[in-house]
């Protein structure tokens, strides 16, 4: 059972996680700092309140409604999310879009097939000769460009 337990914990991923809660605590914390220190005197400033507008609240019957609070943690919340958008999914996806396309340009040159003229048996298309019945074919200029492979012209 505690075996168990450790082999799960020293998985690599759970670490991995781990690692990035800790730096995306952190990177929350210095984000909310941010937005403390300079966006939300700016925005008070803007709108005519002087400074820090997070102690903003209004009353109803003698409840109390912090709503500068809120507004602080939304504009800490729109700030991280777009720091993470552009400086980390952006980046990734332009990363992962370039190991893709080079994926993406190996073609399986046995995956288009074509039929023999003589025989009539499927062969692969970039194929210049049958394999069942030997005879010289005519490979599939379009089947030989995909799979990268000079045209060669067919000997008689």
């Known amino acids: 059972m505690l075996n168990g337990f450790k ?7 759970v670490i991995s996680m781990a690692i990035g809660l800790a730096v995306g605590s952190a990177f929350t914390a210095v984000v909310t700092g941010f937005s403390t220190a300079f966006i939300t005197p700016l925005i008070g400033l803007a709108t005519g309140s002087v400074g820090d507008f997070s102690s903003a609240e209004f009353s109803v019957e003698g409840a109390i409604f912090p709503y500068g609070k809120f507004l602080a943690a939304a504009i800490a919340f729109l700030i991280t999310a777009a720091v993470l958008y552009f400086l980390v999914v952006v980046p990734m996806n ?11 340009e190996k073609v399986d040159i046995k995956a288009a097939l074509r039929d023999c003229p003589h025989c009539y048996t499927e062969i692969p298309a970039v194929a210049s000769r049958c394999a069942h019945c030997t005879s010289q074919v005519e490979p599939d200029p379009e089947a030989r460009a995909l799979a990268n492979l000079p045209a060669q012209p067919v000997k008689s």
């Open 94 to 104: 332009k990363v992962q879009n370039r190991f893709t396309a080079k994926e993406k």
């Open 7 to 13: 082999d799960f914990i020293l998985r690599g991923n």
